[in-house]
């Protein structure tokens, strides 16, 4: 009986996108043991802490202390950029960039594997996380979501082959499409002409089009490319700049207000 | 509490466990090293393939039902995967559980190995079935080489635990 009803699963699921809610039952079933696994991680930073020499934590404290201000100072700059993007945006008459309001959230396990390269972050619908949301970390665009329960979401990475964003390169602004290449890490950048200018190093960053992505935020660095490909015309690959494997901390730019 | 209420308690128990620590471990799976996906420990298949051996009544089994459909969520593998390997898995190590007694605790490694490389290859067939792109398909030979590994020292432990509950 059990196996028929999860070879029935399985065919709706393969066949059908209407598996979306009861995922999403089973995922909230399973948030607990997820909460408790982080917190035992947590647990396990705590006593690291701890066991630091007091010297240490006064070391750290005046170093944060010594970021945070030049952090500050480095927002009051972007306040002005920003300011004055939004007043040489209006002279061009270009759409204003969307106004997205974010929640931090915590990276609680890698779900990737052979069935893709996704991360569990700690909030969900309760935190207004919707399907779509583009998710950041310090260095750039990581992925967006794909699932949201009551109080986690999955997020697609970059690099899965089934996940797409719009670029544009930063030096050049020539256009195109960021895919994911699967388990090497990698990006590829398609829809390009053979003829464009491309450099190892150039950075891409999303170009806006199609609305889900803001306009600005880095995506990926080119490391190389193939000019002479007939089918394709240029083969563009680059390394995302995000690692949600090293920062941990995301940041859900949410689409609808909390 | 009857032998076989403890024992069921104990299943289920650990099977949880093996849930819990896959949970645990899933940080550690650093997404950008090619290989970092497999670099772990396939927890429940290995404590079904004891459980599988040490109760001839087998318990209940919606218990790793359950838990392979939690492990579809957390892993994003289409829904009722791993819950159909994992139920066929139960199915079958009981079915033939004196014949895995007889065998040598290194034959053992050798036939849960085997066991793990089925499973793995049912998942990449349906995976593959569903359009998703393997790339590194061929690293998923390390669950089952690293959970067969560590088959000696969990069963040493998993009988002592056991039998200690029972008052073996």
Known sequence: ?258 | MQQEEVASFQFAFSMIGGLFLYVLAAPLFDPSVPYGNWLRVEWIPLLLFFWGQRQPNWPPLWVPWLCGLLLDVLRGDPLGLNALCFLGMAWFISARFEWFRTLSLIEQCLALFLCLCFYALISLGVLLFAGRALGDWWFAVLPPIITAALWPLSFVLLVRIHSRALNV
């Open chain 1, 1 to 258: 009986m059990l196996g028929l009803l999860s070879a029935f699963l399985l065919m709706v699921d393969l066949t059908s996108g209407v598996m979306g809610t009861p995922r999403l039952v089973v995922s909230t079933l399973v948030s607990p043991l997820v909460y408790i696994a982080e917190a035992v991680t947590s647990l396990d930073d705590l006593v690291d802490e701890l066991l630091l020499a007091p010297g240490a934590r006064v070391t750290e404290r005046r170093d944060l202390n010594r970021e945070l201000v030049a952090l500050r100072t480095r927002l009051l700059e972007l306040e002005v950029v920003n300011a004055e993007n939004e007043r040489l945006r209006g002279l061009l008459g270009g759409v204003a960039r969307l106004d997205l309001n974010m929640v931090v959230a915590d990276v609680i396990a890698f779900t990737s594997g052979p069935g893709g390269s996704m991360v569990t972050i700690d909030v969900g619908e309760v935190h207004s996380v919707n399907l779509g949301d583009p998710v950041i970390d310090g260095a750039g665009l990581c992925g967006q979501v794909v699932g949201a329960g009551l109080t986690s979401a999955q997020v697609l990475l970059l690099t899965d082959p089934s996940h797409s964003v719009p670029v544009v390169i930063e030096r050049t602004g020539v256009q195109g499409i960021v895919t994911g290449t699967g388990g090497d890490g990698f990006v590829e950048l398609e829809g390009i002409s053979r003829i464009a200018d491309v450099q190892v190093g150039d950075i891409m960053v999303t170009s806006g089009l199609g609305g889900r992505f803001p306009y600005g935020y880095p995506v990926a660095q080119v490391v190389s490319f193939v000019v002479d490909d007939p089918v394709s015309g240029m083969r563009v690959y680059a390394e995302p700049l995000a690692n949600p494997a090293i920062s941990r901390h995301l940041i859900v730019l949410r689409s609808q207000d909390a």
